[in-house]
């Protein structure tokens, strides 16, 4: 059982960063196989999910020291985009965290925007939790309902 709860806390993590790893898959598993606790996996998961968006929040404080370097991945046009972005919808855009594809990039600019980690942790929670917290439901619903 343990690792079933490890497993799912790697995958959400890694998830969260910039890895293209999935958690939903992992999570939607456990919960079928009907031998784990639906709040520790919900917990385990958000944790996790969160703790790797911090690690990309704490990558984004510390990202412009590198952007003179050729493999630096993003040019200052696309960083003074996000910016512009980030400037204007500010931190309420951390509730699209939950996003595939912009939302890790959204954790990144918000370090790299110096939001208080306070509020990071507070609104990617949020978002994150939600999010499984709504797979959850429709898993166990397809489930407990016939069709």
Do not use: C
């Amino acid at each position: 059982m343990l690792t079933g709860y490890l497993g799912l806390f790697i995958a959400a993590f890694g998830a969260a960063t910039l890895l293209p790893l999935q958690s939903e898959a992992v999570l939607v598993g456990l919960l079928l196989s009907g031998h784990y606790s639906l709040w520790w996996l919900l917990g385990i998961a958000t944790l996790g999910n969160v703790l790797g968006s911090v690690v990309n929040w704490w990558l984004g404080r510390w990202v412009e020291h590198f952007k003179t370097r050729r493999w630096f991945p993003v040019n200052d046009k696309q960083l003074e985009k996000s910016r512009h972005h980030y400037r204007r919808w500010g931190h309420w855009t951390l509730l699209l965290s939950w996003l595939p594809i912009i939302g890790d990039p959204l954790t990144l600019v918000a370090g790299v925007m110096r939001e208080p980690l306070w509020r990071f942790v507070l609104l990617v929670t949020l978002a994150k939790g939600v999010r499984y917290g709504a797979l959850a439901a429709v898993t166990l619903q397809w489930v407990l309902i016939p069709r």
